[in-house]
């Protein structure tokens, strides 16, 4: 067994500053429908969600087990390649956060644990049947299933609630959206904290402080899950505002068909171990509602571009990861470059946000329907 490396230390560090951007990326999936109708108050909402993440933290490993040793030979792993896989995945998460898009977290982690591996070690060191059978084919199916059973979900609830008073209607279903907003964000923590704890796991595993195959020990699992918690906590209300206005009108029973559709799907795929996107779930549940309900709007060069971003994510962050895995293997300065690189890129990311600042009191304000999502100075 390996001592305690200081690298091992900043590994387990940027796998924490990982989740954490995953927290705010994806607050949006279970709480940008309930704010858009005005089920819950932004802030209130945010705390719900965070609550709720760090509690399905603790509800299955299967996501977190399917990384550590399913995507790659976990034996041929080092340490530099884990490290920059993350930074890959930050830095794309950081960019389609600028721009309000809601990309995948999760396929930026594996995009970019992909591309460092690969030149780290190799195209052999990658599982390419798992990579198919476990990402991709659910990335394709889940968001299309999603959207078809929002779709009927929403088509039903109108139906159904046709000669009933429009008020009574909408006070009924902002009440139910609090409970199906709470699962959802309780099925993100469930799947998505899972990868950080995957991601932990395998650079222990790496290390010799696991043996190979080894479950997420405890303290992994609480410290994923405390650090999701608090970036969804801080609110990535960029992204909520897209998904909770951009991309469709939605009205309280879109908002409920949407979130209890979402749920379904991610529950289901964390069962069987799926390391799917909740965030292209949730965006297929609330594309799916905009079409059940009869003469809603639907904004398609929004959802294309959201498409765009999601076909882009992978390769993205995995050239990233290539690249930082290249210059981090020359050794200590190596590493101390792409952590500087790093760091001023997210610096960067920020303060750029900070020219057309979204927050709690104008998320709620409709994007310009040209310019939206063009450019950082749209949001």
């Known amino acids: ?59 299955s490993t299967q996501v977190a087990s399917t990384i550590s040793n399913g995507l790659v030979n976990d034996a041929r792993v080092s340490l530099v390649m884990i490290f920059a896989g993350l930074v890959g995945a930050i830095l794309w998460n950081l960019t389609t956060w600028l721009f309000g898009l809601p990309s995948s977290s999760s396929h930026a ?30 990335a394709i199916a889940s968001p299309v299933l999603a959207c078809v059973v929002a779709l009927i979900a929403t088509y039903l609830a109108y139906k159904i609630t046709q000669r009933t008073a429009e008020h009574r209607v909408d006070q009924g279903f902002r009440a139910g959206q609090v409970g199906s907003a709470s699962l959802v964000a309780l099925a993100h923590g469930t799947n998505d904290a899972q990868k950080t704890m995957g991601v932990i796991t395998l650079a222990l595993i790496s290390t010799g402080f696991l043996p190979h195959g080894a479950q997420p020990p405890w303290w992994v699992v609480l410290t994923a899950g405390m650090a999701i918690s608090l970036g969804t906590y801080v609110g990535g209300w960029r992204i909520i505002r897209t998904m909770g206005k951009g991309l469709t009108d939605i009205q309280p029973p879109q908002g409920f068909t949407a979130e209890t559709t979402a749920t379904a799907v991610i529950l289901s795929s964390s069962h069987l171990g799926f390391a799917l996107s909740t965030t292209q779930v949730c965006t297929g549940g609330i594309l799916g509602s905009g079409l059940g309900r009869r003469l809603a709007t639907v904004r398609w060069g929004v959802a294309g571009r959201i498409a765009v971003s999601w076909v882009l994510t992978l390769p993205a962050a995995a050239a990233v990861g290539g690249v930082s895995a290249w210059v981090a293997g020359q050794g200590d300065l190596g590493v101390a470059i792409v952590a500087g690189v790093a760091v001023a890129a997210a610096t960067g990311f920020y303060v750029l946000s900070r020219r057309r600042p979204v927050n709690p009191d104008n998320v709620n304000d409709v994007p310009p329907r040209e310019h939206a999502l063009t450019g950082p100075s749209a949001l």
């Not at 995009?111 to 060191?125: D, E, M, Q, R, T």
């Open 1 to 59: 067994m390996e001592s305690f490396s200081f690298l091992l230390i900043a590994v387990v560090l940027t796998a924490l500053a990982f989740d954490f951007t995953n927290g705010f990326h994806d607050t949006a999936n279970s709480m940008a429908t309930s704010i858009a109708t005005g089920a819950l108050k932004p802030r209130v909402a945010v705390a719900v969600a965070g609550v709720l993440n760090l509690a399905g933290a603790f509800l």
């Open 109 to 138: 982690l594996f995009g970019g644990l992909i591309g460092a591996v690969w030149v780290g070690a190799g195209g052999s060191a990658i599982h390419f049947t798992q990579v198919v059978e476990k990402i991709v084919i659910p």
